[in-house]
């Protein structure tokens, strides 16, 4: 089955600095790879997602590049914030699936 | 707004206890899912159901069970509690790939 490795575990910026969060997947056939976001006490949202024919996908200060052939896919965030802070976990699904299987999830504290 | 409601935020259960979580959503999703979060884990299925009284086992579905008779709500029952199910506990409902997540039910087994 299919499994997804994310690293950093936790990752300290100061405010304004970039944050790269990277992601590895094991399974070829995975066409679907969201982020979420989740802060302190509360529930998981979908923050972007690419899809496997897509090569980078932008919204706001936040991006999502993925690389098929190394099977693996990042998180970028610009400008960072201190709202930024939070657990940011990345999944992937195969092609016919219905199950997301997630990363161990990156703690990201965003320094003012 | 999609809204997932899990009935119960904080649940205390003593080993060996049968444990029911119960999860309801209102958009009419075909797809639901059990999450177990534990820290440094991320997020792990347990069970999940495309469509009512249909279920599939997740990737650590040892120890738990699901019912789904009607297409809002989706269970999971712990059918004698361990302490190694103390955990974060989060039900999920889909359309089109994208998950909706209730608040979570933070289980403490002692």
């Known amino acids: 089955g299919e499994n997804v490795e994310q690293h950093p575990s936790t990752l300290s910026v100061q405010e304004g600095d970039s944050a790269v969060i990277k992601c590895t997947y094991s399974?070829?056939?995975?066409?679907?790879f969201p982020w979420y976001k989740q802060e302190l006490g509360k529930r998981p949202q979908l923050i972007i997602d690419?899809?496997?024919?897509?090569g980078e996908k932008k919204d706001q200060r936040i991006a999502v590049t993925l690389n098929k052939t190394a099977k693996h896919f990042s998180l970028h965030i610009t400008e960072t914030q201190p709202e930024d802070s939070a657990v940011y976990f990345c999944a992937a699904r195969g092609e016919y699936g219905n199950k997301l299987v997630f990363g161990a999830g990156t703690i990201l504290r965003v320094k003012s | 707004d999609v809204k997932v409601t899990q009935s119960s935020r904080y649940l205390v259960k003593r080993t060996g206890e049968k444990v029911f979580l119960e999860c309801v959503q209102d958009?009419?999703?075909?797809?639901m899912f059990w999450y177990r979060q534990d820290p440094g884990l991320g997020l792990r299925l347990i069970y999940f159901?495309?469509?009512?009284?249909?279920?599939e086992k997740g990737d650590i579905p040892e120890g738990y069970s699901v019912s789904r008779e009607k297409k809002e709500r989706f269970s999971l029952i712990l059918e004698s509690a361990s302490t190694n199910q103390t955990s974060m506990y989060l039900c999920?409902?889909?359309?089109?790939?994208?998950?909706?997540f209730g608040e979570g039910s933070r289980l403490t087994v002692l």
């Open positions: 690419i899809r496997s024919n897509v």
């Open positions: 159901s495309y469509d009512v009284k249909m279920k």
């Open positions: 999920a409902s889909s359309l089109k790939g994208e998950l909706f």
């Open positions: 958009m009419d999703h075909e797809n």
């Open positions: 399974d070829s056939a995975s066409n679907y």
